[in-house]
């Protein structure tokens, strides 16, 4: 599979079927399409409980950047080893960086959320096992999809910034195998997320 074919499948599970149910989670992605635990699912008429840590500051993500999310040398921690790029992500509505890594075979996307926040990455809201986290204090999510073999393996974290606001960092494989296994690359994602709060906090 060349370049541009692994990028296209890859951003399909990054931004598709919003309309997915509850009932769905854990089915393999190819027996229904393109699935993604990154996908939050239409605002329903019940209200979400608030996250049980409370933000130390917000952090407000109108006018941030995504790709000055990481720096110069956070990318080359994290293997990228491609120019970062830009794409307006529908589904998240909200611009999204990508950091690709040819070596490695792994992708990073950021995205700063304006349009919603945490709340709408709560369990029964995404396709995915929902797990909480807590990083730099700030009230967190990290979201894991079940794929089939042939689907490339990849893990969500969402942070809690702002009332309504996250930044959401997908970490996910670029035909890489065998898998990097759940642990290793929600493990990623999380180390991924922390960098990018702390860079928020230095702002």
């Given at each position: 599979?060349?370049?541009?074919s692994?990028?296209?499948?890859?951003?399909?599970?990054?931004?598709?079927?919003?309309?997915?149910?509850?009932?769905?989670a854990?089915?393999?992605?190819?027996?229904?399409?393109?699935?993604?635990?990154?996908?939050?699912?239409?605002?329903?008429?019940?209200?979400?409980?608030?996250?049980?840590?409370?933000?130390?500051?917000?952090?407000?993500?109108s006018?941030?950047?995504?790709?000055?999310?990481?720096?110069?040398?956070?990318?080359?921690?994290?293997?990228?080893?491609?120019?970062?790029?830009?794409?307006?992500?529908?589904?998240?509505?909200?611009?999204?960086?990508?950091?690709?890594?040819?070596?490695?075979?792994?992708?990073?996307?950021?995205?700063?959320?304006?349009?919603?926040?945490?709340?709408?990455?709560?369990?029964?809201?995404?396709?995915?096992?929902?797990?909480?986290?807590?990083?730099?204090?700030?009230?967190?999510?990290?979201?894991f999809?079940?794929?089939?073999?042939?689907?490339?393996?990849?893990?969500v974290?969402v942070?809690?910034?702002?009332?309504?606001?996250?930044?959401?960092?997908?970490?996910?494989?670029?035909?890489?195998?065998?898998h990097?296994g759940r642990?290793?690359?929600?493990r990623?994602?999380?180390?991924?997320?922390?960098?990018?709060t702390?860079?928020?906090?230095?702002?």
């Amino acid at each position: 599979m060349g370049d541009r074919s692994r990028t296209l499948v890859w951003l399909s599970l990054a931004m598709a079927l919003a309309a997915c149910t509850s009932e769905q989670a854990g089915v393999p992605a190819a027996q229904r399409g393109p699935l993604t635990s990154s996908t939050p699912q239409p605002p329903s008429s019940s209200t979400s409980a608030p996250p049980t840590v409370s933000r130390p500051r917000d952090l407000a993500m109108s006018g941030v950047r995504p790709c000055d999310l990481l720096t110069p040398d956070q990318q080359r921690k994290f293997g990228v080893d491609d120019q970062p790029r830009i794409n307006d992500d529908q589904t998240l509505q909200a611009q999204s960086c990508y950091f690709d890594s040819q070596k490695l075979r792994t992708k990073i996307s950021v995205s700063p959320l304006t349009s919603f926040g945490i709340e709408r990455f709560q369990p029964g809201k995404v396709n995915g096992e929902v797990r909480p986290l807590t990083l730099r204090e700030f009230p967190a999510v990290e979201v894991f999809t079940e794929t089939i073999e042939t689907i490339d393996m990849f893990c969500v974290v969402v942070v809690d910034v702002a009332a309504g606001q996250a930044v959401h960092v997908n970490y996910g494989e670029d035909g890489l195998r065998p898998h990097l296994g759940r642990s290793e690359v929600c493990r990623r994602a999380v180390e991924v997320a922390d960098v990018v709060t702390g860079n928020l906090l230095a702002r």
